[in-house]
């Protein structure tokens, strides 16, 4: 059996969660919807938000025959994932929960700081994420790191400096609460890109977790225990590192942005972006 | 007659625009709407942003009885005048136009550059409006301005660097063109923010065009036309500079960060932002 994986965002930000899943799972079909048209998720009220995102998610499920569902969306994963675990019947793994065990294994000290958009930052998810598993958490919005990294600045002195302003911020922010953070989640599906970029900033004793990449590990460890074995392992990618995954992108909007900018974000040319209509 | 003065805005940034007016208006009373749930126009097509340009329009007009409406949105101006003058039936008036107005009065060598969203630069409804005055005008998109506006960054040194890079790029282009450019029009509601870090960066002998100032003379010029006599002028404000403006402040969404930020944008507190609902 090859399973469907459908990966959902209210952008193209996540690609990057694509990327991470494509990599372990390089034999699976993939099918992505950016809702585009209805972007940014981050300004509007929880009750819309649900709608929007079971809209998307029946979209993949019903019609492009999803048998996974990835929510590569901070802000629906914080604020509508029991809505479209309601409206549809395969499993939905979001990036908040995955991402917050991801610090747990990692951190010694118990303290974490978490980096993400103001909209994903005031729902305070992470946190109370963080919190559930004994951890203390201190987020801080970065609303620079989004328009930088959209602008191609993946590794410019300008997003350094302005990253390096930011975490300085964080950093005396958690000594004043007395906290000896040794974690950074990296909140957001954009942040993937500023990995390296980000690695050079912080102490070097620092781990940096990238919840595109846990939310992918949290994906396979699911099919393997539904499946048994796994439709393909990286290590069969490496044999046969020329096979191409069968992937099909949709937007609801803006599909010259999403071809223009989506291969930086997968790693790989998304191809014909197809427009959807998903109503209002 | 006192008359009330709609200014129209997909987000908050056109407070700058009705800060201008009210320097030159101080007796007049405003309503000022932020179309904030539906925002960015940028990203959406011709026909919606007309649909919801004029639905906004209409609220000004049939439900707060302005008299004139200003668009105080660089892509609804590009994009939708035409179809907010045929929902209304009082006067109009834009942004653009009258930036390429003042740029045609301030150019001697008739080479004008314009720096603004991605989407108005697209739109090429600057260069158009130039051309129509007999100017040569180059464009740039500039998307990394909004974003450190509203973050607050208006004078910090990443802004200034920012800003030195698009403008270098700028004049490397004009001068790949043959170009001589002694105007820089700043075709964003988020810029005049940046008139004194965008002074210090361009050389003394190039003039910033402020299109949120020039679309407000045009209006006084306007008013003085159809009233014979302006309600009150800037010389009555400074003898008595204590008289506070009727402002009314609407928005359909995301009240608490127009708030937040509108007071910076409109250089007073913007009162308490009522919420309504356009629908759709």
Avoid at 242 to 251: G, I, K, Q, T
């Amino acid at each position: 059996m090859t399973p469907t994986i459908g990966v959902f965002d209210s952008g193209f930000g996540g690609l990057t969660v694509l990327r991470a899943l494509i990599q372990r799972l390089p034999a699976a079909r993939f099918a992505f919807l950016g809702d585009s048209a209805r972007l940014p998720y981050g300004s509007k009220s929880r009750r819309t938000i649900a709608r929007y995102a079971a809209e998307s998610a029946r979209f993949l499920v019903e019609e492009q025959g999803a048998d996974y569902l990835v929510i590569a969306c901070n802000t629906a994963s914080a604020l509508a994932l029991d809505a479209i675990q309601e409206a549809v019947s395969v499993p939905v793994i979001g990036v908040i929960e995955p991402g917050a065990e991801a610090a747990r294994r990692a951190s010694k000290t118990g303290d974490v700081l978490v980096i993400a958009t103001d909209a994903t930052v005031q729902s305070h998810a992470y946190a109370a994420a963080c919190q559930a598993r004994g951890l203390r958490a201190l987020e801080k919005a970065c609303p620079l790191l989004v328009p930088l990294v959209e602008e191609g600045w993946t590794s410019h002195d300008v997003t350094a400096q302005v990253f390096r302003i930011y975490f300085g911020e964080l950093m005396a922010d958690a000594a004043s609460q007395g906290l000896t953070p040794d974690t950074l989640v990296l909140g957001c599906t954009h942040y993937p890109l500023l990995k390296p970029l980000i690695e050079q900033a912080i102490p070097a004793s620092m781990t940096a977790i990238d919840s595109a990449e846990s939310a992918a590990d949290k994906l396979v460890q699911q099919l393997s225990q539904d499946l048994g074995a796994l439709p393909a392992t990286s290590a069969d990618s490496q044999a046969n590192p020329s096979a191409e995954p069968v992937l099909h992108c949709f937007a609801t909007d803006s599909v010259e942005k999403f071809e223009r900018l989506g291969s930086r974000f997968l790693g790989r040319p998304v191809g014909q972006v197809q427009l959807v209509d998903l109503g209002g």
